[in-house]
């Protein structure tokens, strides 16, 4: 049985709970271990959940981890859920004693595939820690300056380097985890450009190419969009949208997406892919991800919305000057989608993929 864990509040629930229900589609004898961050999301997840999706409050964490505690006072929200991202799974490990190998994922993961890749190779290399590169393509190096590494999907085994390295990256985010970049450091991520030195072959980089695809990556990539096959549904969900995914990168099945940015601007209609900065997705392949991942959002929206009438997306973006001032490049590049019936629609036939070309190249002439 593989263990997951992570952690989210209300403005990440629909994302948590789509994730969830793709994890128990692709690997449905693992248990998620949900960290719920306000007393809403808590309420909302033991309701929906059963015994393969685990909530504990964060004030329960608290508790038990007093110099976790202490950290809430000097840094902002955002800084405090980046310094939760070691503490949660070493107070999972420390108190669960089933667990012999955690991997933490974040909220706004999907899985189109079984993970296992990731476990079968941490067992062939003998690994204890396995991470994911961010895999910039060339035209946007300049982000490595945040990390060569993503905190998106990280693994522990519970033996004495991984619990070291998981106590290590603890102790220096309670020390500094800041939304700001140092030389050495930037909130929890930087950190991990130290974890191939301290553990030598006891990390596994995972190169698999399916796993963590992302905005900031998948134009690196050959992408090949081919027919969908049936797939089994998850625990407790319609057979509804069980397609596995028709896309695979570099010969290799797409496995688990990195949905990083992708918020509604109104309603369910209208969205903000996030990929202004990075490339924006060609319509075909645009279709073969997104499309999957906005139904498993909507359908998770209608599961809230019948025990939480209240309940719906936050805004991803507010229309005021920011807005407006980065609408032209938006407008240029298709970067802002409509959804109309099944698909995502742009307007930039094909122009869009240049994007994170052309800002990059004029973020060289400033």
């Not at 590494?149 to 106590?167: H, K, M, T, Y």
């Not at 229309?319 to 802002?336: C, M, N, V």
Request: a positive charge; glycine letters at 8%; hydrophobic letters at 40%.
């Amino acid at each position: 049985m593989n263990h997951y864990c992570t952690y989210f509040d209300r403005g990440f629930l629909a994302q948590g709970l789509a994730m969830w229900r793709s994890l128990a589609t692709n690997d449905p004898d693992s248990v998620l271990w949900v960290l719920a961050l306000d007393d809403f999301t808590a309420e909302v997840l033991r309701n929906v959940g059963g015994t393969w999706l685990r909530v504990i409050l964060l004030r329960e964490l608290e508790h038990d981890d007093e110099m976790l505690a202490a950290a809430k006072a000097n840094r902002s929200r955002i800084e405090y859920y980046f310094t939760l991202s070691p503490c949660w799974p070493r107070w999972l490990l420390a108190r669960r004693r089933e667990i012999d190998r955690l991997t933490y994922v974040d909220a706004d993961l999907f899985f189109f595939g079984d993970p296992g890749v990731l476990f079968e190779e941490m067992d062939a290399r003998g690994a204890s820690v396995a991470i994911t590169a961010h895999r910039f393509p060339t035209w946007l190096q300049h982000y490595q300056q945040h990390g060569c590494f993503n905190v998106g999907i990280l693994s522990w085994r519970r033996d004495a380097a991984g619990l070291g390295c998981l106590e290590d990256w603890r102790q220096r985010c309670l020390e500094w985890c800041y939304d700001r970049l140092e030389p050495d450091r930037y909130a929890d991520q930087k950190y991990l450009e130290q974890w191939p030195a301290m553990l030598g072959p006891r990390l596994l980089v995972l190169e698999h190419p399916g796993v963590n695809l992302a905005p900031w990556n998948w134009a690196g990539h050959t992408v090949h969009v081919g027919p969908a096959a049936s797939r089994r549904p998850a625990r407790g969900a319609s057979r509804r949208g069980t397609e596995a995914s028709p896309v695979s990168i570099d010969g290799h099945p797409l496995l688990v997406f990195h949905f990083a940015r992708f918020r509604p601007i109104r309603g369910t209609w209208w969205w903000q892919s996030g990929q202004l900065d990075y490339g924006v997705m060609p319509w075909r392949l645009r279709q073969a991800v997104y499309g999957p991942y906005w139904e498993a959002l909507c359908a998770a929206r209608s599961e809230i919305r019948q025990r939480r009438p209240d309940f719906d997306f936050p805004r991803g973006t507010r229309l005021g000057r920011e807005f407006w001032h980065a609408l032209p490049l938006r407008l240029i590049f298709g970067s802002d989608w409509l959804r109309i019936g099944r698909i995502f629609v742009s307007g930039r036939a094909g122009v869009g993929r240049w994007s994170g070309r052309v800002l990059a190249a004029l973020r060289r002439l400033r």
